[in-house]
């Protein structure tokens, strides 16, 4: 299960350092906007603590903001 979680570390990195592709116009706003959002989810999902309860995968996000947290 941390494997999977790293990987989705790993996919929020790769995200946030791959270039833009020579396209212009619409096509390279859309391209961006995807990108936020790919980072987004991966970068969730990484900071994600796994377990299996009751044959479920769980997954918990801590959303408060740091200065809340414990």
């Not at 706003?29 to 987004?40: C, G, P």
Request: negative net charge; proline residues 9%.
């Amino acid at each position: 299960m941390t494997a999977m979680i790293e990987r989705f570390r790993q996919r929020a990195r790769a995200v946030r350092e791959r270039g833009v592709p020579p396209v212009e116009g619409p096509e390279r706003r859309r391209f961006v906007e995807q990108a936020q959002v790919d980072y987004m989810d991966y970068a969730m999902l990484g900071d994600a603590e796994g377990s299996i309860e009751d044959g479920f995968l769980v997954l918990r996000v801590d959303l408060r903001p740091p200065e809340q947290r414990p």
